[in-house]
């Protein structure tokens, strides 16, 4: 499935706080992506930190505080909307983006650089063992 292929519905993304998924990119490299809110719509993120490559969603979900998306490692902050980290490790770094879009209720990717693969982290492909992905949150 090339950009345009539908990631998640939006309401879902806002209902759970995230969605995990995984795409590729134009080298074969796979890339998982976090989905989050920002407003009333979303942003899509590399789902590992600018400090040092932790993954947000280690599988349950992205942490929030205070709105911001939170690294577990070292308890850096980033931004929803922009990715940007103005605190602690990861300070004045920001979290590399997929170009996602808002069509008729569901989140698309819209990123030429990527191809989407499927919902949930790299190990979740479709092995046949019908494990959901990553949809929750846990927020403070
Ligand atoms: S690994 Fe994220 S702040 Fe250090």
């Not at 990631?7 to 080298?27: F, K, N």
């Not at 690294?71 to 979290?95: E, P, R």
Request: glycine share 12%; aromatic share 6%; hydrophobic share 35%.
């Amino acid at each position: 499935m090339a950009a345009g292929a539908t990631i998640a519905p939006l309401d879902r993304v806002h209902e759970e706080g995230s969605v995990l998924c995984t795409v590729v990119d134009v080298h074969g490299v796979e890339e998982e992506v976090i989905v989050v809110p920002c407003g009333d719509g979303v942003r899509a993120w590399h789902n590992r930190c600018t400090h040092e490559d932790f993954r947000l969603d280690r599988g349950f979900g992205v942490i929030y505080r205070q709105g911001e998306i939170v690294c577990a490692k070292h308890g850096s902050t980033f931004d929803t909307c922009s990715g940007y980290c103005d605190n602690g490790d990861a300070k004045d770094t920001t979290l590399p983006e997929v170009e996602v879009a808002c069509e008729d209720g569901d989140v698309v990717l819209a990123d030429d650089a990527y191809t989407f693969l499927h919902e949930g982290g790299l190990d979740d492909g479709d092995d046949g063992d019908d494990m959901p992905g990553s949809t929750s949150h846990i927020g403070f």
